[in-house]
């Protein structure tokens, strides 16, 4: 790229980032965008090539092939693989341990690319504010009905809630997403991120759906109670930290 395109292209970045922001841009920011940009392009692309190579092994692998290396994100329960390798077949890449419950039929393999069509355990805690006990306890009482992926020995690996075993129980994803929010403090653009039922009345949104009836709205006032309580905490380990730091200086 001449410097002349180059140059048009950081004038592109810093139009978009101004629409975007509602705000000034600097040229070394939008200079700094566009790297950035760049960057992430060339990781897409190489991971792009590789899959390419990969697709081409399976037509003479079809059943799947390990995939050297660690690190790498299972597409069923979303953990990084601690341990080495990975499994590369038609649905994508699964940690062995996924791939295992996939080969005894414990899990449907589809699951890899059907990601809105279950919960993760931890998708369901974060949705519904659970604790992994709460969740023991329902599936316990049969409220709700979970496929457990086991590493082959009868350890537990990940449990998985699928929206078609829960009929009528659990929502579909969607309207249980958190969602950002811009907010403006002290001048600066900060995004946070809200829980679902942050917004609107709860009742509403999951009308229909019986895990509604399991779950309990917090009143306003113990919910006030709660955030002072979690302020009061925040203090209280932030003044701990202030008075260890002055005794560090004093050593
Ligand atoms: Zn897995």
Redesign the pocket.
Known sequence: MDAEEHKKHIQKMKELLEKREGKEVTWEEAEEASRNLAGLAEILYELWVKEQGWKKRLQESPKGFVLEGRGRT?A??H?SSREEGSWYDKWGV??L??HGAVDRKEIPGSLAKREKSYYREHELQRAFNLKHSDVTRWIKEGVLKART?TDGAGRV??RLFLIKDNEGTLPPKKLVESQLVKEDRDGQTWYRSYEWYCFGDPRETLKGYKIMDHLRIIPPEEMKAREEEEKRQREDRRAKREARKKLRKKL
């Open positions: 299972c069923i329960c953990e699964t940690c341990t996924c992926v690996h990940a």
